[in-house]
């Protein structure tokens, strides 16, 4: 068996621990640079898929925005059949009036 001398020794440890070093600075440095790559491209896609919400949140506005044209068209309309009933409604009255005025004048 080979034994080693003090020096030798020191070298042998020198040299494992720079290789352990290194190789954990390799790995760090690795890791790094994925995590990197990886959180930009969740970025992105996340940035698109916001983008996507947004134009279906715009189309749903846009669409909100037509049922309250439509609705406030209506409204004219019910203003308008609202106007139609007082007429009717004045024209039963006076109708009605006259029904009492002739009831009042014939003999029972």
Known sequence: MTTLT??????????????L????TLVTTMLGRIITVQVSGLRREMATNFDKVGYRFDAVNDRFAEITRRLDGMDARFDAMDARFDSIESRLTRVESRLDGMDARSPA
């Open 21 to 24: 070093l290194a190789t954990t």
């Open 6 to 19: 003090e020096a030798q020794t020191w070298t042998v440890i020198g040299v494992l621990l720079a290789t």
